[in-house]
């Protein structure tokens, strides 16, 4: 890791989840229930609760990575040469069309639902905020994995921006354009490695990758990678998405949660 990026992950520390659990007003949630357990379980879904096994395998998983443990950064001379472009290519989107044909200029990602001060950021507002590089390995479900340097905000410095989350808050829900959406609870969300990235091997991230916009939740396997972020709110529950399952993978018979 260079120098310049070490510094730029200084704020690790600053953003690192205990010291948000701690610092008093920031999330508000976290402080009320005292206790952070209630926020790392898997959405409860309509027909009942997720299988035994889900449950059982993340329950292990977290129990594992409760350290606050990061996954592993690579040198940039591992970073993948051709990183595949898969699924959603350029979204079939009236507005997505007219925001990438003037370069996104006019895209503005709204952070509403239970936040303390619903807002709507630019991406140099993005920019402005703590900034985060990574150097991560993406694996895809679908059998094959990738690196790459991902550069963004945390998502935790975003939340904050937007006030911080109201006590009752549990899930954040992000909406892409083309049709995808997922759930992230607020261990995720909470991740020092978890971040929106704009930058993708010191560019822009190009157009197949998910341009201007996309997640970066790095102990989650590709799905939850999201791209062409439109939107986000922040929710108590994940009843009123899709079918209710907490993401359109799990809609569809992926699994809510699959931590690598
Ligand atoms: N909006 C959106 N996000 C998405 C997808 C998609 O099709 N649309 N595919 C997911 C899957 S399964 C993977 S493996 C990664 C692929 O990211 P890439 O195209 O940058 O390789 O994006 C994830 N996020
Ligand atoms: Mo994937």
Redesign the pocket.
Known sequence: MTKAKRLENKNDKVLSRRSVIKRAGVLGGFLLAGCDTQYYKPPVVRDGLMGVADIMTMASQRMLMSNDQLVQEHDSSEITKN??????SNPEDEEYQRLRAENYRDWRLPITGLVNKPISMSLRDLKKLPRRTQTTM?I???GWSAIAEWTGAPLLSVIQAAGGIKPNAKYIMIN?Y?G?YEGYDMFDVTHPQTILAYGMNGKDIPL???APLRLRVERHC??K????IKSIEVVSSVENFGRGTGGLNSDYDFHWYAGA
């Open positions: 990183f595949p472009v898969w699924n959603q993406h895809c479900e679908q892409a083309g995808w197949g990758n998910g590709g799905y990678q999201l791209k062409f």
